[in-house]
């Protein structure tokens, strides 16, 4: 072990405790530096020259923090010039994201043998760790996660958990309403099987309806490498203009969809309050029988509960994208995904 010298922190390699300095430890001190020396043109071309996109959380929280809206607005624009947008962060504060995590994924043995699916290392990071900071990029950090299958695994700081202890017997629908006393108001849901840019997220949030889903249209270029995910299984969308009519697996043909739903969507306060009124309901209502394409309310896919709000005359707004984001849901996915990481994620 390696100790910090700095704030007397454990790390197992050097690389860890480089890492730790650099985001811990150098972004206070620039903080601090930029408080004391506004106009010193080398402190300047010191941060120009240092920040990167890794940092420029952490830098804008402790800028914010330390010295407040004047020195933030005023490296802003010139932070921007250098390809660092921080102007998203703190945007979208009353929002927060609940990721449902509670499901076995049985196709990705034996990777998922002794850990849940979001758990699993692509490119040297968790699906789930860049799924958090994607959303903490955009400035959302009131984050639910719901777990499941080894959930004690899943441990990350300043998070909010629920526990689905039936997740062998139900379905992502009733994973996400463990979860139900976080709906009062705006909240972006998220699948934990899959992987997007910030860029894909954004659009979302930019978005003003009540129910807004992100579907991909170029979707069936990913379904020629798949094998062991058929098309079948794919939550295919119809729409007519903005709205969605139709939703779910195994419904609408390939040659009638207009996209894929990646699983990821937004709640406004109205439709969040759609969102569990339906459910409600529709556990009374379909007690004993299927519900949509699922056998019943308990084990339903969360398109389900959508395709219902739709036909009972709720606008569902669909935000389209092409590519930019991927799913993992079997081994194939995973090596797939694995190798073409940086060109699906537009990494450099």
């Not at 890794?54 to 250098?82: F, N, P, V």
């Not at 129910?211 to 094998?227: A, C, F, G, M, N």
């Not at 709000?309 to 081994?331: C, F, K, M, S």
């Amino acid at each position: 072990m390696i100790c910090c010298e700095i704030c007397g922190s454990f790390f197992k390699t050097a690389q860890g405790l480089a890492g730790h300095k650099r985001f811990r430890h150098g972004t206070h001190r620039l903080a601090d530096e930029m408080g004391t020396a506004l106009n010193s043109r080398e402190l300047h071309r010191k941060i120009l020259n240092h920040l990167s996109e890794k940092l420029a959380d952490r830098m804008a929280e402790t800028i914010l923090e330390k010295h407040g809206e004047e020195i933030w607005e005023a490296y802003l624009d010139e932070l921007s010039q250098q390809g660092i947008d921080l102007r998203l962060l703190g945007r979208y504060p009353k929002i927060k994201a609940i990721i449902v995590a509670a499901g076995e994924s049985n196709l990705l043995l034996p990777l998922t043998q002794d850990k849940p699916e979001c758990l699993l290392e692509i490119g040297e990071k968790t699906i789930l760790s860049r799924e958090l900071e994607v959303l903490r990029a955009c400035g959302i950090r009131d984050i639910v996660v719901v777990r499941g299958y080894r959930g004690d695994k899943i441990r990350y700081p300043t998070i909010r958990y629920y526990e689905n202890r039936d997740y062998q017997t139900t379905g992502i629908l009733g994973s996400l309403f463990h979860a139900k006393g976080e709906m009062d108001d705006e909240f972006i849901f998220c699948y934990s099987d899959i992987l997007h840019t910030k860029e894909v997220l954004e659009l979302l949030l930019q978005d003003h309806s009540d129910i807004s889903l992100i579907v991909d249209t170029d979707w069936e270029k990913h379904y020629k490498q798949r094998r062991q995910h058929p098309v079948s299984e794919a939550e295919l969308v119809s729409v007519e203009g903005d709205r969605i009519t139709r939703i779910g697996r195994n419904i609408i043909s390939p040659g009638e969809a207009h996209g894929e739903f990646i699983g990821l969507a937004k709640f406004r306060k109205d439709g969040a309050r759609a969102l569990k009124d339906i459910h409600e309901w529709a556990i009374l209502d379909y007690k004993g029988r299927t519900f949509h394409t699922s056998p019943s309310v308990d084990k339903a896919y969360f398109t389900d509960l959508i395709q219902e709000l739709i036909d009972q005359g709720y606008p569902v707004r669909h935000i389209d994208i092409n590519g930019g984001w991927a799913e993992i849901d079997t081994v194939e996915d995973f090596d797939r995904v694995s190798r073409q990481l940086h060109s699906i994620l537009k990494i450099n």
